[in-house]
């Protein structure tokens, strides 16, 4: 079965400073992996997705994720961090040739002035 | 201009009642999906229509009927609402399923559901 972990509920950092947003994936095949943002009362947003390509993928905003395979990571980083990044972000894995997206329990990030 | 569109993005009724949220997409994609967004932020997949047809359907209660009467809209009835239904509902769609398709999801903004 596939799944993903977000191993931090909430991450708080202060404006400029990086952000690291942890995410681990079970998977018994190559997985698509993939990063939402949700700002309140908002739908959901792709950040940036994974798909066997490079293992760096950079994303809107400034964020990137980097896909490890021996760790099964894809942790989704940005140099530094701007107020309207507050948000929730959800990590989703695919199986290749499964049509279902999982989708972890979220980070919510806070940023301070 | 709105790409996924739902109505209403509140919704508040009492236990028992019957109720339908509305999906449309101005998109021109082919597969829509209904999500279901519990308290804690966890989102779960419930339906998703490719072309009119279902294509998944997670275990549901049949208390909940997806119709979708074009690839242009997926509408969610729920039938005899229950305390446990109360959650955020997004509508989202996309170009195409799985491998063949763009994963790229387009979310609506929600319907906030609260039974009583």
């Known amino acids: 079965a596939q799944s993903v972990t977000q191993l931090d509920s909430h991450v708080s950092v202060s404006e400029g400073t990086p952000v690291l947003l942890r995410c681990n994936y079970s998977?018994?095949?190559?997985?698509?992996l993939f990063w939402y943002v949700q700002h309140p009362n908002k739908g959901l947003q792709l950040l940036l997705k994974?798909?066997?390509?490079?293992?760096l993928v950079k994303g809107i905003n400034g964020f990137e994720a980097e896909f490890k395979k021996s760790e099964t990571s894809f942790h989704l980083t940005k140099p530094s961090a701007h107020m309207s990044d507050a948000a929730e972000y959800f990590c989703?894995?695919?199986?290749?040739?499964?049509?279902?997206?999982?989708f972890g329990t979220g980070t919510r990030l806070l940023v301070s002035p | 201009d709105t790409a996924v569109s739902q109505t209403p993005k509140y919704l508040v009724t009492q236990m028992g009642n019957d109720k339908s949220i509305k999906c449309e997409q101005n998109l021109g994609h082919d597969t829509m999906y209904w999500y279901k967004q519990d308290s804690k932020k966890f989102l779960k997949i419930m339906f998703s229509y490719n072309n009119k047809e279902l294509i998944i359907n997670e275990t549901v209660p049949n208390r909940f009927s997806p119709k979708s009467p074009d690839k242009a809209h997926l509408n969610l009835h729920i039938n005899s609402l229950e305390l446990g239904d109360s959650a955020v509902y997004f509508c989202?769609?996309?170009f195409g399923t799985g491998n063949r398709g763009n994963e790229k999801l387009f979310f609506g903004s929600g319907t906030q559901l609260s039974v009583l």
């Open positions: 989202a769609s996309s």
């Open positions: 989703v894995v695919r199986n290749t040739g499964f049509q279902k997206l999982v």
């Open positions: 994974y798909t066997s390509a490079a293992t």
């Open positions: 998977s018994s095949y190559s997985p698509s």
